[in-house]
């Protein structure tokens, strides 16, 4: 049985292989496969799973590839994602992709389908919709009918059939891939000494690339490795990440948190691969009906949705009450105007609630933590030392 160390590290190739050998190979196994990318934050991968199909993250470029191309296609004031996802497009690590879904999440997404119709990247490029109204009659049958509409284009290239049995089970196998995640994140909370929030962050991001039944695979090997380990606390604060729920932080920074003082045991990385909470059903004569209705009623909170009801300072603060966290970091890509309008009714609730915070920005390819390191060490040593 492989090392955690070795899992570890394989996932860690698997997150940042900008070229998705691992996808690619997997399409060419099967005539009838297809690769169909998808930008932040959530998408419905269940439904490409039961096309025959899989729906592959793409998170930007990180800080592993140099932008020259990209700066050329957007303005300075918005953030750096878009221009690491047009430099991976320019540069063919797309090549053998069979379609793009960019989500409704905010303007520079939307603009950033434009530019792939205009660079004919893929067979089809969908601005996938999600629902604003939140009554089942209303905002769930449209959400249907924008699922719906992403399948037709795929059953054009590879002419799969998608019946109720092949989506439920696609379903259940994605319900299976989050309680394990879940499970993972539960450990960490309970003894975050045994794994690090950097090393947790590999391996739900190589999920993002790989078929749902090998990284459930990983994700069981981990667990059950993890319930071997036991190490030392050391003498460090509980903290929950929040504000990268679309542009990912450099590993680099998360590590930073880390070795500044902090457990990190909640975040909003990678925000998609948690987005439904608990199973979606599995046994209905409807499977759309159910991922509709899963999406209106059990999506977890985000800058990202609209949720006038159902306020997220709530949620935010219920969640820290749950993961007994000392403080709140709030951890936003520059000029991500979702996270930075938030910001400050979030922050106003933890005054009033009396939760201890610090605020910083960030681009995916920062390259330099030390200010941001001497400011999380000094959150984590005032909380220490006059907590």
């Known amino acids: 049985m492989e090392s955690l160390n070795e899992i570890i590290s394989k996932c860690e190739d698997l997150s940042f292989d900008l ?38 993250g793409i998170m930007g470029g990180g800080d592993k590839k140099l932008i020259v191309k990209g700066d050329a296609y957007y303005q300075s004031y918005i953030c750096h994602m878009p221009r690491g996802i047009i430099e991976l497009a320019l ?47 209303i905002g769930g049958t449209f959400y249907i009918q924008e699922m719906e509409h992403v399948l037709a284009e795929v059953k054009k290239i590879n002419n799969v059939e998608i019946t109720p049995e092949r989506l439920n089970h696609s379903i259940s196998l994605f319900n299976k891939n989050r309680k394990l995640t879940e499970e993972i994140y539960s450990i960490r909370d309970a003894a975050p000494w045994k794994i690090t929030a950097a090393d947790v962050y590999h391996i739900v991001r190589a999920g993002l690339v790989i078929p749902v039944e090998e990284h459930n695979e990983i994700l069981e090997k ?31 920074l998360i590590r930073a948190i880390e070795l500044a003082g902090c457990y990190i045991v909640e975040d909003d990385f990678l925000l998609g691969t948690r987005w439904i909470q608990g199973d979606i059903p599995t046994d209905s004569n409807d499977p759309f009906r159910a991922l509709s209705h899963s999406y209106l009623n059990n999506s977890t909170f985000s800058s990202s949705v609209y949720d006038v009801d159902n306020p997220k300072e709530a949620r935010l603060l219920k969640l820290a009450s749950e993961r007994k966290v000392d403080g709140i970091i709030f951890a936003a890509p520059s000029f991500c105007d979702p996270a930075l309008l938030d910001h400050p009714i979030l922050q106003q609730a933890c005054i009033e609630n009396n939760m201890r915070y610090i605020s910083f920005l960030y681009s995916e390819n920062t390259g330099q933590f030390k200010v941001i390191k001497e400011q999380v060490g000094t959150f984590s040593d005032s909380i220490k030392l006059w907590d």
């Open 19 to 56: 070229n998705f050998t691992r996808a690619k190979e997997w399409k060419s196994q099967d005539q009838s496969r297809v690769l169909v990318g998808y930008m932040p934050i959530y998408f419905p991968r269940e439904i490409i799973h039961a096309a025959n199909g899989l729906a592959i």
């Open 91 to 137: 540069d063919n690590h797309f090549e053998g992709f069979d379609g793009f879904i960019f989500p409704s999440i905010c303007d520079v997404i939307r603009n950033l389908s434009g530019m792939f119709k205009l660079l004919n990247k893929g067979k089809f490029v969908k601005y996938l919709d999600y629902p604003q109204n939140f009554k089942s009659h």
């Open 222 to 252: 981990v667990i059950s490795l993890l319930n071997q380990e036991s190490g030392e606390p050391l003498d460090k604060i509980r903290v929950l990440v929040i504000g990268a729920f679309c542009e990912q932080p450099p590993v680099g």
